[in-house]
């Protein structure tokens, strides 16, 4: 029978306990195992006392050993003794240890059964070890006892301090919490055992924080120590939390962990202006929507506590501005609402109040959450543009219109202070075919070209307005023109008719209805009354009824017609509208007299009218004509070519004769060119509309002086009507030479700021005028010089 020992070392139990020795049921031939053993039951003992009767092989008897973790010293610490009843103590028994730990943590002495931990243990680490024990024949290796089992067991010391596993710690809590309100709550864990002795046993304690904060020493619940903590004055605090172990004795080990608490915040502070009152200004060419200035209110506040909502409470621009608030940074942005004139006002003053949207009940004793201020807004003036009034124009004219009338008179006007004169002009994009033309001072709207409402019965032009002394401001209108129509189309046959009579037709037969069209369009509608021409009114072979609904039949007055007497008849219609005046065309019937059977359908017409001459081809026809079209063509381009060249512009009778500047670049042909000028018609325009003739091989360059005549002077409408139908048969010449000019037609008059431009009776003898700049020109001007150059006192020309 094998014993186990363990021997009490108060060294090594540090104070912990006492080592158990159990003694087992023994004979006298048996050896003491000796160690610490668990107690034995009923059966055991029964089974033991049958052992007194019989001699059995015994086998283990064990008990757990106990070790203490963190041994320190430099020896092996010994464990306990292994002992089997067969060692006689003579060394011929080999004990051997197997199972966890063997040979690494826990070594046996072969021969005594001594064993001793090699290594440190760590009862955290692990709390036990299950072991097996076996006593061989040292000589044989045949087993002296059968194997069994034990287990060593690592007793605790307090060698490890509590440990806060989840921090640091964050958290938060609503400023102006009450006292006691719940935080956060913290866990700290201690490693060593907690069934034998206090040390896990965790007391809790503040070392920083107080006195805003404080912690149940228990459960770690960490509440709120001081009524009305504001997060305006102080948002951050670090708290310290420790935990003890040994339940908080003196010789315990301690953890501690941070805690980082945030007061959140809470609407407890109202909105205020920094400043009770705003200066801004904006250009009263501002656009609509466009921001004119920015106030804000300041909350101490933050996150949807400090969002604000600004408004216009009061002020005499309410109808004129408008506020929004920007959700990013809460700020009111004052924009405009209407358009702004300076002319009309130049100041507002608005009261412009904040308020938070959102409120808390318990906090409403520290308002009003909201505030007002005063924006004082100056509108400043800018240069702006021409204003129409009003501000479009429709506009009424007859097609009939002479070119010249003025169809409307355009006014447009300087908003600004200044009053700036005004020039007027028309888009030309808008009115590419330049018929209408606007006098650039008085805005008179006036024909330049025929009007036709048959082709164009309303023209959309646009006018400009441009300011004289500052031409970037140009304004614009649009004015409307419908054109009226006026009876100037005759009616006439919507077709070409053409039709037959039959042989055997009786008087009185229909042989054709006539219908007409018109392009005038009267308000009264159309209608129009046909007749037979004078000549052919009493013609014995055909007759005409009108139907009174615009058309007409046409009726054989006779029966018996023959082919061969006449195959075909023209008979002329005339046609009138209803129109004033009334106007009438003549169209004409074409009749052929046809063969017909007895139903009257068509069986042959006279082939006359028809057929070519058998004798002459289609072909043979159709090139005579392309030879004649062609010599006719290069007879046109000569006579068109000879005119160009050799026939001079005859000025018209109506054309007003006036002083020019005319330059050439060729040398004239002195006294024997009589083409150039007429000095009789010169002296006396009035004669130049029967005699003068103007030459068309030399082109002058007419340079206006209109850009010097005062702003006062007025052209006369006479003279614009004359300008505009001139210009109207320049552009309609189709023979004009193909040379762009540009021509101002102005009274030169006392206005003139270059006086009188014609040499014509500007001195009264040759005498009066000095040509000793002659000299100066060089060799090449020594004759003209020598000519008409001064005679100095020695009697030499110069």
Same mark, same amino acid.
């Not at 094998?2 to 021997?7: E, F, I, Q």
């Given at each position: 029978?094998?014993?186990?020992?363990?021997?009490?070392?108060?060294?090594?139990?540090?104070?912990?306990?006492?080592?158990?020795?159990?003694?087992?049921?023994?004979?006298?031939?048996?050896?003491?195992?000796?160690?610490?053993?668990?107690?034995?039951?009923?059966?055991?003992?029964?089974?033991?006392?049958?052992?007194?009767?019989?001699?059995?092989?015994?086998?283990?008897?064990?008990?757990?050993?106990?070790?203490?973790?963190?041994?320190?010293?430099?020896?092996?610490?010994?464990?306990?003794?292994?002992?089997?009843?067969?060692?006689?103590?003579?060394?011929?028994?080999?004990?051997?240890?197997?199972?966890?730990?063997?040979?690494?943590?826990?070594?046996?002495?072969?021969?005594?059964?001594?064993?001793?931990?090699?290594?440190?243990?760590?009862?955290?680490?692990?709390?036990?070890?299950?072991?097996?024990?076996?006593?061989?024949?040292?000589?044989?290796?045949?087993?002296?006892?059968?194997?069994?089992?034990?287990?060593?067991?690592?007793?605790?010391?307090?060698?490890?301090?509590? &440990?806060?596993?989840?921090?640091?710690?964050?958290? *938060?809590? !609503?400023?102006? $919490?009450? /006292? =006691?309100?719940? +935080?956060?709550?913290?866990?700290?864990?201690?490693?060593?055992?907690?069934?034998?002795?206090?040390?896990?046993?965790?007391?809790?304690?503040?070392?920083?924080?107080?006195?805003?904060?404080?912690?149940?020493?228990?459960?770690?619940?960490?509440?709120?120590?001081?009524?009305?903590?504001?997060?305006?004055?102080?948002?951050?605090?670090?708290?310290?939390?420790?935990?003890?172990?040994?339940?908080?004795?003196?010789?315990?080990?301690?953890?501690?962990?941070?805690?980082?608490?945030?007061?959140?915040?809470?609407?407890?502070?109202?909105?205020?202006?920094?400043? &009770?009152?705003?200066?801004?200004?904006?250009?009263? *060419?501002? !656009?609509?929507? $466009?921001? /004119? =200035?920015?106030? +804000?209110?300041?909350?101490?506040?933050?996150?949807?506590?400090?969002?604000?909502?600004?408004?216009?409470?009061?002020?005499?621009?309410?109808?004129?501005?408008?506020?929004?608030?920007?959700?990013?940074?809460?700020?009111?942005?004052?924009?405009?609402?209407?358009?702004?004139?300076?002319?009309?006002?130049?100041?507002?003053?608005?009261?412009?109040?904040?308020?938070?949207?959102?409120?808390?009940?318990?906090?409403?004793?520290?308002?009003?959450?909201?505030?007002?201020?005063?924006?004082?807004?100056?509108?400043?003036?800018?240069?702006?543009?021409?204003?129409?009034?009003?501000?479009?124009?429709?506009?009424?004219?007859?097609?009939?219109?002479?070119?010249?009338?003025?169809?409307?008179?355009?006014?447009?006007?300087?908003?600004?202070?200044?009053?700036?004169?005004?020039?007027?002009?028309?888009?030309?994009?808008?009115?590419?075919?330049?018929?209408?033309?606007?006098?650039?001072?008085?805005?008179?709207?006036?024909?330049?070209?025929?009007?036709?409402?048959?082709?164009?019965?309303?023209?959309?032009?646009?006018?400009?307005?441009?300011?004289?002394?500052?031409?970037?401001?140009?304004?614009?209108?649009?004015?409307?023109?419908?054109?009226?129509?006026?009876?100037?189309?005759?009616?006439?046959?919507?077709?070409?008719?053409?039709?037959?009579?039959?042989?055997?037709?009786?008087?009185?037969?229909?042989?054709?209805?006539?219908?007409?069209?018109?392009?005038?369009?009267?308000?009264?509608?159309?209608?129009?009354?046909?007749?037979?021409?004078?000549?052919?009114?009493?013609?014995?072979?055909?007759?005409?009824?009108?139907?009174?609904?615009?058309?007409?039949?046409?009726?054989?007055?006779?029966?018996?017609?023959?082919?061969?007497?006449?195959?075909?008849?023209?008979?002329?219609?005339?046609?009138?509208?209803?129109?004033?005046?009334?106007?009438?065309?003549?169209?004409?019937?074409?009749?052929?007299?046809?063969?017909?059977?007895?139903?009257?359908?068509?069986?042959?017409?006279?082939?006359?009218?028809?057929?070519?001459?058998?004798?002459?081809?289609?072909?043979?026809?159709?090139?005579?004509?392309?030879?004649?079209?062609?010599?006719?063509?290069?007879?046109?381009?000569?006579?068109?070519?000879?005119?160009?060249?050799?026939?001079?512009?005859?000025?018209?009778?109506?054309?007003?004769?006036?002083?020019?500047?005319?330059?050439?670049?060729?040398?004239?042909?002195?006294?024997?060119?009589?083409?150039?000028?007429?000095?009789?018609?010169?002296?006396?325009?009035?004669?130049?509309?029967?005699?003068?003739?103007?030459?068309?091989?030399?082109?002058?360059?007419?340079?206006?002086?209109?850009?010097?005549?005062?702003?006062?002077?007025?052209?006369?409408?006479?003279?614009?009507?004359?300008?505009?139908?001139?210009?109207?048969?320049?552009?309609?010449?189709?023979?004009?030479?193909?040379?762009?000019?540009?021509?101002?037609?102005?009274?030169?008059?006392?206005?003139?700021?270059?006086?009188?431009?014609?040499?014509?009776?500007?001195?009264?003898?040759?005498?009066?005028?000095?040509?000793?700049?002659?000299?100066?020109?060089?060799?090449?001007?020594?004759?003209?010089?020598?000519?008409?150059?001064?005679?100095?006192?020695?009697?030499?020309?110069?």
């Amino acid at each position: 029978m094998w014993t186990s020992g363990r021997m009490s070392n108060a060294k090594n139990l540090f104070g912990l306990g006492v080592s158990l020795y159990f003694w087992g049921l023994m004979d006298l031939t048996t050896p003491v195992l000796s160690g610490s053993a668990r107690p034995l039951t009923e059966g055991q003992e029964d089974n033991l006392s049958d052992k007194l009767h019989q001699r059995m092989k015994r086998s283990w008897v064990w008990n757990q050993f106990f070790v203490l973790e963190e041994y320190t010293g430099t020896d092996p610490l010994y464990v306990g003794k292994l002992h089997s009843d067969m060692d006689r103590g003579d060394g011929s028994i080999k004990y051997i240890l197997s199972g966890e730990g063997a040979g690494i943590v826990f070594t046996i002495d072969d021969t005594t059964g001594d064993i001793h931990a090699i290594q440190r243990l760590d009862r955290e680490e692990r709390s036990q070890y299950t072991l097996r024990a076996q006593a061989l024949d040292r000589r044989t290796g045949r087993p002296m006892e059968p194997e069994s089992e034990f287990i060593i067991k690592i007793q605790d010391i307090n060698d490890n301090e509590p &440990k806060f596993l989840d921090g640091p710690y964050v958290a *938060s809590v !609503p400023e102006m $919490s009450p /006292v =006691g309100t719940s +935080v956060i709550q913290v866990t700290a864990t201690d490693a060593d055992d907690p069934t034998y002795g206090n040390s896990a046993r965790v007391v809790y304690s503040i070392l920083q924080g107080q006195p805003y904060f404080s912690v149940d020493s228990r459960t770690g619940l960490i509440r709120t120590a001081l009524m009305n903590m504001d997060r305006e004055a102080k948002e951050y605090y670090e708290v310290i939390i420790q935990a003890k172990d040994m339940g908080g004795q003196l010789g315990g080990l301690a953890g501690t962990t941070t805690v980082n608490i945030t007061l959140s915040d809470v609407n407890d502070n109202p909105p205020r202006f920094p400043q &009770k009152h705003y200066q801004m200004s904006v250009l009263e *060419s501002a !656009p609509v929507s $466009s921001t /004119v =200035g920015r106030v +804000v209110a300041k909350d101490l506040d933050e996150g949807i506590n400090a969002e604000m909502k600004y408004s216009l409470v009061d002020g005499d621009g309410l109808d004129v501005f408008d506020i929004n608030t920007d959700p990013n940074y809460q700020v009111g942005i004052i924009t405009v609402r209407k358009p702004l004139s300076f002319e009309s006002k130049k100041s507002y003053t608005l009261k412009v109040e904040g308020a938070n949207p959102h409120l808390e009940m318990r906090f409403l004793n520290l308002g009003p959450f909201r505030d007002t201020t005063t924006v004082h807004i100056s509108v400043e003036d800018v240069d702006e543009p021409p204003v129409f009034e009003p501000s479009i124009y429709f506009v009424e004219v007859p097609e009939d219109v002479e070119i010249g009338t003025t169809i409307q008179i355009i006014s447009a006007k300087d908003p600004d202070v200044t009053n700036n004169s005004i020039r007027y002009s028309i888009d030309r994009s808008s009115d590419p075919g330049r018929f209408f033309y606007v006098d650039i001072t008085s805005g008179a709207l006036m024909t330049a070209r025929p009007l036709d409402r048959e082709d164009i019965s309303w023209h959309n032009i646009t006018v400009l307005a441009m300011e004289l002394n500052n031409p970037s401001q140009v304004g614009s209108v649009s004015v409307t023109v419908k054109v009226l129509d006026v009876n100037d189309n005759a009616p006439e046959f919507a077709r070409f008719y053409e039709t037959f009579v039959c042989e055997n037709a009786k008087a009185g037969q229909l042989i054709q209805t006539v219908s007409a069209i018109d392009r005038d369009d009267p308000q009264e509608g159309q209608h129009f009354y046909y007749s037979l021409a004078p000549e052919a009114a009493n013609n014995p072979n055909f007759t005409l009824r009108d139907n009174q609904d615009n058309t007409a039949w046409i009726l054989t007055r006779r029966a018996g017609f023959r082919q061969h007497e006449q195959g075909t008849f023209h008979l002329p219609i005339v046609i009138s509208d209803n129109g004033r005046p009334v106007l009438s065309s003549t169209g004409t019937l074409t009749v052929h007299v046809c063969s017909c059977d007895q139903e009257g359908a068509l069986m042959s017409c006279s082939a006359e009218a028809y057929v070519l001459p058998v004798s002459l081809s289609r072909g043979a026809l159709i090139a005579i004509l392309a030879c004649i079209f062609v010599l006719l063509v290069l007879v046109l381009l000569i006579l068109s070519m000879r005119r160009q060249r050799k026939q001079p512009y005859i000025i018209d009778e109506e054309e007003n004769i006036h002083e020019n500047i005319v330059r050439y670049d060729d040398e004239g042909g002195g006294e024997e060119d009589t083409e150039a000028f007429d000095i009789a018609a010169m002296w006396n325009p009035r004669e130049a509309q029967l005699v003068v003739r103007n030459r068309q091989d030399m082109l002058p360059e007419i340079e206006s002086l209109s850009r010097h005549v005062p702003q006062a002077c007025v052209m006369d409408n006479n003279v614009h009507n004359y300008v505009l139908a001139k210009l109207y048969e320049a552009d309609m010449d189709l023979w004009a030479p193909p040379f762009d000019s540009l021509q101002t037609y102005m009274f030169e008059g006392s206005g003139s700021v270059a006086e009188s431009l014609s040499s014509l009776q500007s001195v009264s003898t040759d005498s009066d005028q000095s040509y000793d700049y002659l000299t100066d020109w060089g060799p090449r001007f020594k004759k003209l010089a020598e000519m008409y150059g001064a005679t100095d006192s020695s009697g030499a020309l110069w």
